[in-house]
């Protein structure tokens, strides 16, 4: 592999556009400096676009997998069929995808299908097997909508020879811009549109329900402007690629460095460090000949505490280890509550400590005290937990990963960070370790069919970890009975004591799990969930408070930017006039950004509604303006302050339990005052 981060940082930037007459492919590469279009007006023209793809030798990024990657595969297919009217039939699949086909997921059961019937007819034939799981398909989705499609587009179900060849990846997937339904179907929580609206203040559309032929567009002399739109997705793609995404690919070609450190002869598939997440680059570190999966291990043997309770649920999970992890608290609860004549007034996954009421379970622990102020804290917590927990029982971890390897990677961490700052290249490798550090858990701890995931292993990982906090939570409680326990987490103990640390820290000792120790200067806590705290002079969000940019947008009158200032007057700095993006869906306003003014310049904005609400705070009507130079700084500022009293008195309000809303108890992230 070649040693220099410039010599392989090659990409290409894609996107797809699809008419009845028209289809482009659009793309940009690391040293292009401009767009490049590739019209298919006739079938020749997909031939040619087709060998251009034959040819493409890196990773392509897209927005949208559930899109265009199944149009490029679907181009593909429809080129090596030689199909004729190749550019009616893109547009006619396109048509059905847009129409909610749940493209993977029929891929995903027609394979499942063609296993399940190979395995019960040896005898048969490729073509026949495909046959007969194909009907099964149809029948498992009888509606006319999946019948159109499968009837006349089945055989798109598998890859084409290109598509197998290439690298294609999601940005916003990446990103995290997307989210996943109750059928397991990605989708997208925000729309590129919307992106580059809130990250640039514009965007280029275009009206696809006017025109649905490239001929249209010419005739109305707006092919110059269809250019420009196709192009601008491209180039805004690219400029969200080399932010994250570009930067996870650094860090991970400097964990194969450092990897060469540990073992010269290591080999790397050059694909893994362009690839969505880190799972493939972990895995080849790490992976062992012949894993075993079914390893039994009795969790009672390693994980105890002094909490009856929590022992008692242990045991449950260690004596049900092949019940699915979502049937595991409903069934210990059962157990509980039959075995213990409902006699425990808390919940059975409730345990108190210190007068703080903890909750456990799989996931891990939390508890803690609501609607909380206080300053000078203590945040305790062990150093590289989960990582340390795999190292201590090597024992057990050695039947799934290379633990040697990950002990190597973890020694190399504590020394470069003993070692502190030094050259640019040591930072990058640092950084590039805590990735390979941190990542290993959820891939342990996976329900996927990964080489390293065994979820035995990942479950004990969990427990073993809470077993440390209640231990450690008993321990300093021993130690100075008026300790206050304000955050009891996964992440550690956050307390108000008097106890010499120094003192605890030695005598806790215990090969790998070492405590370490920060000071927050001043927390604001509503629960274990949401949060403020500032330390070392950083203020650090949770929950409600870690407003991204996707929470920008408002889809009702809980206004994200009156919290975003909120907390710069807390973090003691100046309220700014800052965009608001509403949701059109929601509110009657255009797609582009608005601003705080007042009556004269502005107008209201109206949430529409069965019954339509004017935007209020404290029944004082919210006016906005599309024209910057008519914000009001001391509108913004008012705002700020009573949302920064509401934070501080806990008097936000909560989410109403409507279609959409969250779960009962949590709190909207766009709240503000009533």
Known sequence: MKSDFTEIFKYMIADVECLYDYFSFQLKTENMKKVYIADCYNDQDCKKLYNILQRVDRPIYVYSLDYDAVMINVFCKLV????????????DVSNFLFKNIEYFNLIKELWGYFRRIEEENTNLEYKQLLHEALLVLKKAHPDSLHQDFLNNYSFL??????????????????????????????????SLKKLQLIQEGYNIKFDFNKYETIQNIKDDGLFDTWTEYSSNDVLFLEKLFLGKPKDDIIKRWYAYKAILKIDK???????????????????????????????????????????????????????????????????????????????????????????????????????????????????LDYVSEYPSIVLQYRELFENIINVDMYEAIYSMRIKMKAEGKKSKEAMFIQNGIKLLINSVFGLINSTFNIPIACKTLGKFITLRGQALL??????????????????????GLIIDTKLNMDNLIKDDLDGYFK???????????????????????????????????????????????????????????????????????????????????DKKHGEQAIKLTKKTEVL????????????????????????????????LNFSLIKVK??????????????????
């Open 265 to 379: 002869n290591f080999k790397l598939n050059i694909m893994d460090i362009f690839s969505e997440n880190n799972t493939n680059i972990i895995n080849s570190i790490l992976k062992i000949k012949n894993p075993n999966k079914d390893i039994e291990v009795d969790y009672t043997k390693y994980i105890f505490t002094d909490e009856p309770k929590f022992n008692e649920f242990v045991k449950f999970v260690n004596d049900n280890k092949d019940l699915d992890d979502k049937y595991i608290k409903e069934e210990f609860k059962k157990y509980y509550n039959d075995s213990h004549n409902n006699i425990d007034m808390m919940e059975c996954d409730e345990i108190t400590i210190g007068g703080l009421l903890i909750k456990y379970g799989l996931g891990g622990i939390h508890g803690a005290i609501n609607n909380y102020v206080g300053e000078n804290l203590l945040h």
């Open 470 to 491: 209640i231990n450690l939570t008993n321990k300093v409680l021993k130690e100075d009975p008026d300790t206050i326990l304000i955050n009891v987490n996964t992440d």
């Open 616 to 647: 209020t705070s404290k029944n004082e009507v919210y006016y906005f303006t599309d024209n910057k130079k008519y914000a009001k700084i001391d509108i913004y500022e008012r705002y700020a302050e009573e949302v920064k009293d509401a934070i």
């Open 80 to 91: 090596e069929k030689k199909e004729r009217d190749i550019l009616y039939k893109l547009r």
């Open 157 to 190: 179900l598998s890859k084409s020879k290109v598509y197998k060849n290439l690298t294609i990846n999601s940005i916003p997937k990446i990103y995290g811009y997307f989210t996943t339904d109750k059928y397991g179907r990605h989708k997208m929580t925000i």
């Open 657 to 674: 339990q409507n279609k959409g809303a969250t779960k009962q108890g949590q709190y909207s992230i766009f709240d503000t005052l009533n």
């Open 515 to 597: 405590l370490g120790t920060d000071i927050i200067t001043k927390m604001i806590q509503k629960d274990v969930n949401n949060y403020i705290k500032i330390v070392d002079g950083k203020m650090k969000t949770k929950g409600m408070f870690n407003l991204t940019i996707k929470q920008h947008i408002n889809k009702n009158e809980r206004l994200s930017i009156n919290t975003m200032n909120a907390l710069k007057l807390i973090d003691n700095q100046k309220v700014e006039i800052l965009p608001i993006y509403f949701d059109v869906k929601w509110i009657n306003k255009e797609d582009k950004a608005y601003y705080f003014t």
